[in-house]
């Protein structure tokens, strides 16, 4: 059974860094898109970054480019994500969600055989 769990969140001022972390168990494929999404209640769900595992290739949405960078470690099998210059607006709770079938591998993609508990991040002075 797959199994992710994210670490990392916390709280931090404005201008301050994170860096979460997505351990995966449980995984049978080579390669997987995983992502990192985030929900503040009463509002949806968005995709943050992407990255497919097979080639590094990464993406994100707009709001974050710049200050967030995506990784994976394939012989660990966790995926980061390091949120730097974080601003009040990136308060929510973070996801990780990964999926081993093709398809799109971006921030639009919703669709994901696994998710995690996730892990707040509160962004205030």
């Known amino acids: 059974q797959v199994q992710l769990v994210e670490s990392g969140g916390g709280s931090v001022q404005p201008g301050g860094s994170l860096r979460l972390s997505c351990a995966a168990s449980?995984?049978?494929?080579?390669?997987?898109?995983m992502a990192w999404f985030r929900q503040v209640p009463g509002q949806e769900r968005e995709g943050v970054a992407t990255?497919?595992?097979?080639?590094?290739?990464?993406s994100y949405v707009d709001s974050v480019k710049g200050r967030f960078t995506i990784s994976h470690d394939n012989a660990k099998r966790v995926t980061y994500l390091q949120l730097n210059g974080l601003e009040p607006e990136d308060t929510a709770m973070y996801f990780c969600?990964?999926?081993?079938?093709?398809?799109?591998?971006?921030?639009?993609?919703?669709?994901?055989?696994?998710w995690g508990q996730g892990t707040q991040v509160t962004v205030s002075s």
């Open positions: 969600a990964g999926d081993q079938r093709g398809g799109s591998c971006r921030p639009s993609r919703t669709v994901f055989n696994y």
């Open positions: 990255i497919y595992t097979g080639n590094g290739y990464t």
């Open positions: 449980g995984y049978r494929y080579q390669t997987y898109c």
